[in-house]
């Protein structure tokens, strides 16, 4: 592909979710947001919570999906996610995040020792709730 495009498949546990052409695309990450573009060197990481957004060629829409943990490769301009889940925003009602919820569990939180074996668990909820109200909006 010469155009500047590769390809995008994101996979869960249901299956298939997204596949496209695409011209780029941001994956959420540990140490940051990860950017690909076509021929990107070879790459394995792992992805965390959050939203991956990326730009469909076909008509140069921007379109977003959540991902929720997994790992990422890129291979011979094929981008390849494997989130333990996919959330869509049409498969997203805003009212299923509340702003109280939200608050509530960063609160309990901040209440948490970094060290203490529940934060990691709370943390990851947090973080998919704050992405789910991101992406419904």
């Given at each position: 592909?010469?155009?500047?495009?590769?390809?995008?498949?994101?996979?869960?546990?249901?299956?298939?979710?997204?596949?496209?052409?695409?011209?780029?695309?941001?994956?959420?990450?540990?140490?940051?947001?990860?950017?690909?573009?076509?021929n990107h060197c070879d790459y394995v990481g792992?992805?965390?919570?959050?939203?991956?957004?990326?730009?469909?060629?076909?008509?140069?829409?921007?379109k977003k999906c959540l991902v929720s943990g997994?790992?990422?490769?890129?291979?011979?301009?094929?981008?390849?996610?494997?989130?333990?889940?996919?959330?869509?925003?049409?498969?997203?009602?805003?009212?299923?995040?509340?702003?109280?919820?939200?608050?509530?569990?960063?609160?309990?939180?901040?209440?948490?020792?970094?060290?203490?074996?529940?934060?990691?668990?709370?943390?990851?909820?947090?973080?998919?709730?704050?992405?789910?109200?991101?992406?419904?909006?």
């Amino acid at each position: 592909m010469s155009d500047g495009t590769f390809q995008l498949k994101v996979f869960s546990g249901r299956g298939l979710e997204v596949e496209a052409t695409v011209s780029d695309v941001t994956v959420p990450s540990e140490s940051g947001e990860l950017g690909f573009l076509q021929n990107h060197c070879d790459y394995v990481g792992l992805i965390s919570t959050g939203v991956t957004q990326y730009t469909d060629a076909a008509d140069a829409s921007e379109k977003k999906c959540l991902v929720s943990g997994g790992i990422c490769t890129f291979n011979n301009n094929v981008l390849t996610l494997l989130a333990d889940t996919v959330d869509k925003p049409e498969e997203i009602a805003s009212s299923k995040v509340s702003d109280d919820e939200v608050a509530l569990l960063e609160a309990e939180l901040e209440q948490l020792s970094l060290y203490e074996p529940e934060w990691e668990v709370l943390s990851q909820k947090v973080a998919r709730l704050q992405a789910l109200r991101t992406l419904a909006h």
